[in-house]
């Protein structure tokens, strides 16, 4: 199953109360989230879909244009969350998510690497990022577990899985549709409509999104200079890559060294506020005291 995060961008995790109830939002740039009811419940409005969570429950919320979380008022309320930025979907696997649950149960697994998450507090570092990061995916592999979406996979041909392949393997050569095509003896125009409806983007998109996350992975963990990691993988000179850097992950080359993968809350992009209902029924409206943990306050 294809993941719905772009893993590349980060995760941040995050948890908030509110002793009478509220609500955070509206965000209106697009989020992927993972959100954990662990008291009271809470109306999450994403898009133009409307899901409730009781307290014990989670949900994954994707929206591409609004979100919104109301609390009751009246009631205390417990909310936990993992934000990351949303992968690009091909059609298939889009189809597919509509058919995921709208609500699981928070399992033991699901619990323990949230907390996990949140113990790692909110500083950055290779290392920590890194391990942050990978709690995050772990996190949203284990809510598609408890909701058996690995079991429906994904029958993707052959041709498309060979062509795949050769990219992932080779990348840092130069590759042309035309190549790829003949390599597994189809034309490059059904080569093309395969790899993007299983894939969800063309050849020598993918292609390109290989030869930056590898450039991203090398300006992280590596003291190679710019110009050794663009020749490394596969660009012409070193412009391309920073342009292509630039575009994957909205920061120059240098500036991906100087924030070393850390991401930087849904909230604080937006600057979002929640409305806080007092017990007297007065509101409030300004962030809550709330423990941001590993960079973050969305929902989604």
């Known amino acids: 199953m294809h993941a719905i995060v772009d893993a ?14 509220g609500m955070f939002g509206p965000l209106t ?17 994403c898009d133009d879909t409307v899901v409730r969570l009781e307290a014990g429950q989670c949900g994954i919320f994707r929206n591409e244009r609004f979100y919104l979380a109301e609390y009751e008022r009246g009631r205390r309320d417990r909310v936990t969350w993992c934000e990351a930025s949303p992968a690009i979907l091909p059609e298939s696997v889009a189809l597919r998510l509509r058919d995921l649950p709208a609500r699981v149960a928070i399992s033991e697994r699901i619990e323990a690497l949230q907390r996990f ?33 690995l079991e429906a996979g994904l029958d993707v041909p052959r041709p498309v899985l060979l062509a795949k392949q050769h990219i992932d393997e080779n990348f840092n050569q130069p590759i042309s549709v035309g190549s790829l095509a003949h390599s597994i003896a189809m ?11 299983y894939v969800g983007e063309t050849p020598i998109r993918y292609l390109w999104q290989k030869r930056a996350e590898h450039g991203h992975f090398l300006l992280l963990h590596t003291g190679l200079t710019i110009s050794d ?3 490394r993988c596969g660009y012409k000179n070193p412009f391309h890559f920073s342009r292509q850097i630039k575009l994957h992950f909205g920061k120059s080359p240098r500036e991906v060294r100087l924030n070393r993968g850390f991401r930087v809350p849904a909230d604080e992009v937006e600057n979002a506020v929640d409305t806080v209902y007092q017990a007297e029924s007065e509101e409030c409206e300004g962030r809550i005291a709330r423990s941001v943990a590993a960079v973050s306050r969305l929902q989604v």
Do not use: D
């Open 229 to 231: 990691i663009a020749y």
């Open 117 to 149: 998450g949140l113990e790692l507090g909110t500083g950055s570092g290779t290392s920590l990022n890194m391990l942050r990061n990978a709690l995050g995916q772990s996190l949203f592999m284990a809510f598609f577990h408890e909701a058996h979406m």
């Open 187 to 197: 034309t490059p125009q059904h080569l093309i409509v395969l790899f993007r409806r």
């Open 8 to 21: 590349q961008h980060g995760f941040a995790f995050g948890e908030a109360s509110y002793q009478s109830g």
């Open 29 to 45: 740039k697009s989020y992927v989230c993972l959100v954990m009811v662990h008291e009271g419940a809470a109306r999450i409005t």
